[in-house]
């Protein structure tokens, strides 16, 4: 089977500057794929250029295809009719994604109306239904009401029944949840499985906490300093991390972890910080801050491909590490 | 011997009422009773609309309670003249959420760390303490000389808790200091603010809605739902063995490293 969404040798430039470089990766349908990474190392361009949404003085090359249609060289017409229809996105801040003087029902619907010709009274019938399907439970009054009348959680939904409204094969949800409040995290994260179950469409979830990728997602891609540095199932990651990058995410996330007491220990880190673009070094952009750097690291390694295992380090963790934060499923 | 508790909060309830005739009222905080000893760092746990960021600013003294009383060292501190907190504003210093609201963009980093010793008239020889400040938050002697803006969320959020440590507080009231922070800086300023708490015997007061950050770093923990004090306890108490049915979806919500997906239903 082809992937649903291929992305191969995505790059994405400012000028002389490459901010994402070669990113490859597929999604099919009924998958669930997360990308984490700290902020700046890419993940959120990645997803900006697969959507064609980048902004002046950005441009991508390389490869996006959805289904058998080349998204990169599509016409700017073309791109704006998959755009909402065939792939759709959900942007971490409902606040400043939807219109704050345009009420809901209209905004939900607004995709309906674009993309299926729908009046504006059905695209407002269907945005009723669209609400009620993200667990609104009074969706008539919520259409009415305009988004500073919701709760964070609520906005996030109703983004969400935006997303939904043509059935996109594919949904790309950038860090979701990470305004929200715990139990109403839980609860988007929920939806936004149930509607996978549901369309057995393909979700891309960016995010920083491997917590949450590894409740949502089946496969986990780590990037660094605009590049795909690691990639494998959720147990290959959480049981077995190869990249140095990828094993420091683990260990922080593993220690601050709600079920165990770590009072007053110190938290594995990872030392520096991201360089800001255009100041990553030559060669692995990781070295500077790896504890298991090597002479070759000043060479960027080839992604190394191994089934469905891929992974671009020149003195890759051996051996399993030990999956005690590991909870089974 | 009995120590003096660094706060006493008594049956204390904060009504705020909106304008207009027909304004309606909102209890933010409702009857709450909790004491923090010295060197306690206390947890402040709740979800949005559960009153934790009314509470510090009611620790902080920047609002008064509608009812009850809370005190410092003894002293009833709602309802005083600032001229009167002087000591206070000196002991108890706070670091927000977001560093990059908090902090002046049009002021250097010495003048964002030295404004409170100038307005508490703490006399310091000021450029050696600025020093000292980021040197305890391990940040560079020239980052004195550049703005906030020019550095990292997490860069800036030590800056912001240097400025908070410039009068010397006994106690830091901590309101999601690390709530808008990768996982892994995350995990440096945690590291950071453990060994402040431990170098300069800090009493804290750290507001969260992560609980996983909550267990690492505090002794105890009040649980706030809606303006109420639902559950408070040690920390390991409250985590293994909650009495309350909201503590406990609060525990089952957070997110977990699983090997295997599956979200388990937390209802």
């Known amino acids: 089977m082809t992937a649903l969404l291929s992305v191969r040798g995505l790059s994405v430039s400012s000028g002389p500057l490459e901010l994402v470089r070669d990113v490859s990766f597929d999604v099919d349908a009924g998958e669930r794929v997360g990308l984490i990474g700290e902020s700046g190392s890419g993940k959120s361009l990645t997803a900006l250029a697969v959507m064609g949404l980048l902004g002046e003085g950005l441009s991508a090359s390389g490869s996006v295809r959805l289904g058998d249609e080349e998204l990169l060289a599509a016409s700017e017409l073309r791109q704006c009719e998959l755009r ?17 003087t345009r009420r809901i029902g209209d905004q939900v619907g607004e995709t309906l109306r674009i993309h299926r010709h729908l009046s504006r009274k059905a695209a407002e019938r269907a945005a009723v239904d669209l609400l009620a399907r993200v667990e609104f ?4 009054r919520y259409a009415r009401m305009y988004p500073h009348e919701l709760s964070g959680g609520q906005r996030q ?59 949502v997602c089946d496969r986990v891609i780590t990037m660094y300093g605009g590049r795909v540095v690691e990639s494998g199932s959720v147990s290959q990651i959480i049981n077995e991390p190869r990249h140095p990058y990828t094993q420091a995410l683990l260990a922080t996330s593993k220690a601050l972890s709600v079920s165990e ?4 220990s110190q938290l594995p880190s990872i030392p520096g910080t991201v360089p800001s673009a255009g100041h990553f070094p030559h060669g692995c952009p990781f070295q500077d801050r790896c504890d298991r750097r090597v002479e070759a690291c000043q060479v960027m390694p080839e992604m190394v491909e191994t089934g469905r295992r891929a992974l671009a380090c020149w003195n890759p963790v051996v051996g399993a590490t030990p999956s005690s934060g590991g909870e089974a499923a | 011997m009995s120590v003096i508790p660094t706060f006493e909060v008594d049956s204390v309830t904060k009504v705020y009422q909106s304008r207009g005739r027909r304004g309606h009222a909102v209890d933010a905080l409702r009857d709450i009773s909790f004491t923090v000893a010295p060197g306690q760092s206390l947890g402040v746990v709740g979800e949005s609309g559960s009153g934790k960021s009314t509470l510090s600013r009611l620790l902080l003294a920047l609002e008064k309670p509608t009812s009850g009383s809370i005190r410092h060292r003894g002293e009833v501190i709602s309802g005083r003249r600032e001229r009167d907190l002087q000591d206070f504003r000196r002991r108890v210093q706070i670091v927000f959420q977001d560093p990059m609201s908090s902090l002046d963009p049009r002021m250097r980093v010495y003048d964002l760390l030295a404004e409170p010793l100038r307005a508490l008239h703490i006399e310091v020889d000021e450029g050696e303490r600025v020093r000292e400040l980021l040197d305890s938050v391990e940040m560079p002697a020239a980052a004195a000389r550049r703005f906030a803006y020019q550095f990292s969320g997490g860069q800036r959020q030590r800056i912001a808790i240097a400025r908070a440590l410039g009068p010397s507080p006994e106690v830091l009231i901590a309101d999601e200091p690390v709530s808008a922070l990768d996982v892994s800086v995350r995990a440096q300023i945690l590291n950071l603010l453990t060994g402040l708490v431990q170098d300069f015997n800090l009493t804290m007061v750290f507001v969260s809605h992560d609980m996983a950050v909550v267990r690492h770093l505090c002794d105890s923990v009040v649980v706030l739902y809606r303006g109420r004090l639902v559950e408070m306890g040690a920390t390991e108490e409250v985590f293994e063995h909650p009495r309350e049915d909201y503590t406990r979806e609060l525990l089952a919500a957070a997110p977990r490293l699983r090997a295997q997906r599956g979200l388990t239903s937390s209802s």
């Open chain 1, 84 to 100: 909402g229809d065939a792939i759709a996105m959900v942007f971490q801040e409902p606040m400043s994604a939807l219109n704050p």
């Open chain 1, 137 to 140: 439970t009074e969706p008539e």
């Open chain 1, 157 to 215: 939904r109703a983004m969400i029944a935006s997303a939904i409204a043509c059935d996109p094969g594919v949904i790309l949800a950038d860090e979701p949840t990470t305004a929200l409040d715990v139990t109403v995290q839980r609860r988007v994260l929920e939806l936004l499985d149930r509607l996978v179950d549901e369309e057995g469409c393909a979700l891309l979830l960016i995010a920083h906490d491997l917590a949450v990728v590894s409740e």
């Open chain 1, 261 to 264: 007491s770590s009072l007053g």
